[in-house]
């Protein structure tokens, strides 16, 4: 999940770079909601592998 956030961190610096700032400004919207995704993700899946059963 933090791979696709990186990779549409890149597509909207290339596309901010070549003038395209719809797709710019998209690219980033959907990087910032993955990363968020993955984070949320990250913490439920270590706060579940701390539970001792």
Same mark, same amino acid.
């Given at each position: 999940? +933090? @791979?696709?956030?990186?990779? &549409?961190?890149?597509? /909207?610096?290339v596309?901010? !770079?070549f003038? #395209? =700032? =719809?797709? /710019? ?5 959907f /990087?910032?909601?993955? #990363? #968020? !995704? /993955?984070? +949320? &993700?990250?913490? &439920?899946? #270590?706060? @579940? ?5």
């Open positions: 999940m +933090i @791979r696709w956030s990186i990779t &549409f961190l890149i597509i /909207a610096l596309a901010a !770079v003038g #395209f =700032g =719809g797709i /710019a400004a998209n690219a980033a919207y /990087a910032k909601i993955l #990363f #968020f !995704v /993955a984070l +949320i &993700f990250a913490v &439920f899946s #270590f706060l @579940r592998g701390r539970r001792n059963n």
